[in-house]
């Protein structure tokens, strides 16, 4: 069952700017994750927040959770060329399973 | 690599034939994961493991097969039940998990 729902599904900024990228999920969680996929790659671990974190960073990454709404945010600053790729949330239950969203496209044009 | 190998990149599968993707970890970690990806979508988890001659099945587990005979290896089996198997495969290990560079299969 797909629990995370991203949005916006595709966004372009331009570089320099910052970027934002929702989540929703479902179910309770023990925590959600943050990933990034370059195309035709396999995904790379970006951050990982537990569900009794309300915010936390990692350099140029912020992410948010708010679990009465079932929500969180990834917030890229100061975007770089470098940064396009897919991103996906994914929610950790007990069982340490992953269940992964659809992903935001991120363009960032030099 | 992370520690994780997938081969080989490309496969390509005929009319009822079975097909074994590759997963190898260097890194000792106990749990391993496959996962299809198909366009534009996210992961949707097939299969998983979390200890030697022990896994368990994912959300679309029919028509593939797995085994996890050493802690290093989980092979994937694409079996010739699985119809529509043109997807591209990835395979993890760990927690938080780390991803191999995946296998894209298609169908001859």
């Known amino acids: 069952s797909q629990q995370g729902e991203e949005d916006p599904q595709a966004l372009s900024i331009q570089e320099g700017e910052n970027a934002t990228m929702n989540c929703s999920y479902k179910?309770?969680?023990?925590?959600l994750q943050w990933y990034r996929q370059n195309s035709g790659r396999g995904l790379v671990h970006l951050i990982l927040i537990r569900s009794n974190e309300r915010e936390k960073h990692s350099g140029r990454l912020r992410v948010t959770l708010d679990t009465s709404k079932k929500s969180s945010s990834l917030l890229i600053t100061a975007s770089r060329a470098a940064d396009t790729a897919s991103y996906f949330c994914?929610?950790?239950?007990?069982?340490?399973?992953?269940?992964f969203g659809s992903g935001t496209q991120l363009t960032v044009l030099p | 690599d992370g520690g994780i190998t997938q081969s080989p990149k490309y496969l390509f599968r005929k009319e009822g034939q079975n097909v074994t993707l590759s997963c190898e970890q260097n890194?000792?970690?106990?749990?391993m994961y496959w996962y299809r990806q198909d366009p534009g979508q996210g992961l949707r988890l097939i299969y998983y493991?979390?200890?030697?001659?022990?896994?368990q099945k994912g959300d679309i587990a029919e028509g593939y097969s797995v085994s996890r005979e050493k802690k290093e290896s989980f092979p994937l089996t694409v079996t010739s039940a699985q119809k529509n198997p043109t997807a591209f495969y990835l395979c993890?290990?760990?927690?938080?998990?780390?991803f191999g560079d995946g296998t894209r299969l298609s169908i001859l």
């Open positions: 993890a290990k760990g927690f938080p998990q780390h």
């Open positions: 179910t309770s969680i023990n925590n």
């Open positions: 994914a929610a950790s239950g007990s069982a340490r399973q992953l269940t």
């Open positions: 890194l000792n970690h106990d749990a």
């Open positions: 493991s979390q200890i030697v001659n022990d896994f």
